[in-house]
């Protein structure tokens, strides 16, 4: 069973309370918010009504012997616990699972705002997850230091992540030698995007790809899209990186080719077109084809997870923004999501989460 999994991982998160003075187990209190969750629970509050709600469905899991917190109970607890137990025992949990990451494992950051601790939203936390797009899972995540960035979160979540045989793909943040060398010694390939806080390299890549006589040695590979009232075209053009490669340019782990995918949108009702060009280095063969894959999952995770938590989870619009609550919390949806998605049912995450509310047999199958 999932749960008794998920159960007995995160039976190593340390609790920071006093021995004997616990009302209310630290596994129950956990247990409670990921049923909350997956339930349509978007706050401790909503929480605490969906654990009463549900009291003797959950004791066929644990005892509850003194019931289920209140939502300030909830929040008391998670503003002391200790992300980083709560990521091992995540990350574990997901390595149980046998998820296959042999795809494409997309790294990106979010930030929720929810979590803001001003009214400009300076102090929100912003989450860098890893998204297993064949398995359709989040498989890890970091928090971004407030005095910090992407950079040195990433490599964070890469020394805890199993990522052999998948190509992983980032945004031009982390795009960064020291990235490129950790995902090759992980068994991984990488596609990285260029901007201009790559120095010269993204200019060069740039003036590589403008040069008409340099294009001809180019592999191509073309694929069209139709949907959402649009027209999307794709042209990946990619160049062998040794023989284009400059000792100014060295010391990248792995780099083999350097790409340019050229996306054109034209509205089908306005005829208005769009084009914008995106610049990679990567550690594949110069394979336009499964470069351009590669690209196009990394694009997805706004929709398959971003977009889900934001709409389906209501994760933008929680409130809990105090110490390390709001990292916690985000961890456990981050499971809440991976138990929909792997309900083999074809209804959106959406209905499973209602269905799950209404329907015990049907919420038992998410968890089990």
Not at 84 to 100: D, G, I, M, N
Not at 109 to 119: H, I, M, V, W, Y
Not at 292 to 302: F, G, I, K, M, P
């Amino acid at each position: 069973m999932e749960i008794l999994s998920f159960l007995d991982h995160i039976s190593i998160i340390e609790d920071h309370r006093v021995p004997g003075m616990v009302t209310y187990p630290l596994n129950e209190v956990l247990l409670t918010t990921l049923v909350g969750l997956i339930c349509r629970a978007a706050d401790f509050d909503e929480i605490e009504l969906t654990g009463l709600e549900q009291l003797d469905w959950l004791r066929q899991f644990l005892p509850f012997e003194h019931g289920v917190p209140q939502a300030q109970t909830f929040r008391k607890i998670f503003r002391l616990l200790d992300p980083k137990y709560l990521e091992t025992a995540f990350s574990a949990w997901v390595e149980s699972l046998r998820v296959h990451v042999g795809g494409g494992v997309a790294i990106d950051g979010k930030t929720l705002r929810g979590s803001k601790q001003a009214a400009g939203g300076d102090g929100a936390l912003h989450l860098v997850s890893a998204y297993a797009h064949e398995a359709g899972l989040v498989i890890g995540q970091r928090a971004v230091n407030a005095k910090s960035n992407e950079i040195t979160a990433i490599p964070e979540l890469l020394d805890a992540l199993v990522l052999n045989g998948a190509i992983v793909t980032i945004d031009a943040m982390g795009t960064q030698k020291l990235i490129a060398a950790k995902l090759i010694d992980k068994g991984a390939d990488y596609v990285l995007a260029l901007k201009g806080n790559q120095g010269t390299l993204h200019d060069d890549v740039r003036d590589f790809f403008a040069d008409p006589d340099l294009l001809r040695e180019c592999a191509r590979h073309d694929d069209t899209c139709i949907g959402h009232g649009r027209i999307e075209e794709r042209t990946c053009q990619v160049a062998d990186a040794s023989a284009w490669l400059t000792e100014q340019h060295s010391g990248w782990a792995g780099l083999a080719s350097i790409a340019a995918v050229i996306a054109t949108r034209t509205d089908k009702k306005s005829g208005e077109v769009s084009s914008e060009t995106r610049l990679y280095i990567s550690s594949l063969p110069p394979d336009p084809k499964t470069i351009l894959n590669a690209c196009r999952s990394h694009w997805s995770v706004e929709n398959n997870l971003h977009w889900q938590l934001d709409v389906t989870f209501r994760e933008d619009e929680c409130r809990t923004r105090k110490d390390h609550a709001p990292l916690s919390l985000a961890i456990i949806r981050h499971a809440a999501f991976n138990m929909l998605k792997r309900e083999p049912s074809k209804m959106s995450i959406k209905r499973k989460r209602l269905k799950a509310a209404m329907n015990q047999a049907f919420r038992k199958t998410v968890i089990c």
